[in-house]
């Protein structure tokens, strides 16, 4: 039987702990900060990033480079016969599509999954993988179930701060000054790897409630009959999002809910302070 590695990037918010003991690569993703080139937890940690955040830096997302990448490939295939590469969704950048080119090289032995996640959902692709792969599925096998089920997600969030989404460009500076007098929050929607405006409400407890309710309304439409899993998530401050997640297990008690840090690559465009909640389906 071919042994398939499986491999993953920080964007799934998986931490290197965790990666070593379900026996996952971790390919750790650049960025910058006031124009520095740094590495996800290898030369500067989350908290330190937000520690930058704090003080006003200049902070953005940037690509592995090809020799990082396939770097990380080689040393795999020394202890395994076939390659499962989950990277972030090409939807949110182009690294994925690199990557499908560096691949072609590979003979046939690297698979790149574009199943379309980011972060808390992504990082279930990667559980969901491993799954099939104990299961004896053919490398194949696991990449189709995974592109199979890739729109069967859904990450709902809400920004503390709209100065981020104004430096990144996704809101005006008039929109923002609005806002922040109005208090408006608005709830964003990731499915499919793309960002986008769900709702706009007054007051952080009107997104909350907005979250909780479209997660509702996802259950009882669009994932009736499927068995789904609900994950939560935060930028900065842990203790935001150990509240957070009390709330929503209290909300859902039918689930065992769990949270998780969203990487820096959605953090260096919503800032802290940010809350989110997450349903995919249960393999």
């Known amino acids: 039987m071919s042994r398939i ?18 026996g996952v690569t971790l390919m750790p993703m650049p960025f910058t900060v006031n124009g520095r080139n740094y590495v996800e937890n ?43 590469y989950i990277p972030m969704s090409s939807a949110l950048s182009s690294s994925c599509q690199s990557a499908r080119l560096f691949a072609e090289d590979y003979d046939g032995r690297v698979f790149v999954v574009d199943n379309h996640r980011i972060s808390i959902s992504q990082k279930q692709s990667v559980l969901d993988a491993l799954k099939w792969r104990d299961a004896g599925l053919s490398a ?35 929109v923002a000054a609005v806002g922040t ?37 996802d259950l009882e439409d669009r994932f009736k009959d499927t068995e789904m899993l609900l994950r939560t998530a935060y930028t900065g401050d842990e203790a935001i999002g150990r509240v957070w997640n ?16 969203l990487p820096i690559s959605i953090a260096c465009h919503v800032g802290p302070g940010v809350i989110a909640l997450g349903l995919m389906k249960k393999i």
């Open 181 to 217: 007098v109005l208090n408006i929050k608005p709830v964003l929607q990731i499915q499919g790897g793309k960002l986008d405006t769900y709702k706009k409400v007054r007051g952080l407890h009107a997104a909350q409630n907005a979250m909780l309710d479209a997660v509702r309304k």
């Open 246 to 261: 009390a709330q929503v297990q209290e909300k859902f008690p039918q689930f065992k809910v769990t949270g998780d840090p």
């Open 42 to 84: 290898v030369n500067m940690t989350y908290a330190e990033f937000f520690e930058h955040l704090a003080a006003d830096a200049s902070v953005a997302t940037s690509q592995p480079s090809p020799e990082s990448v396939m770097s990380c490939w080689d040393e795999a295939l020394k202890t395994c016969d076939e390659l499962i």
């Open 5 to 22: 590695g499986i491999i993953t990037d920080t964007n799934s918010g998986m931490t290197a702990r965790e990666a070593e003991q379900l």
């Open 140 to 174: 194949e096998d696991i990449v189709k179930n995974l592109m199979d089920t890739s729109m069967e997600a859904s990450i709902y969030l809400t920004v503390d701060d709209l100065k981020y989404l104004k430096k990144g460009g996704r809101i005006t500076p008039s």
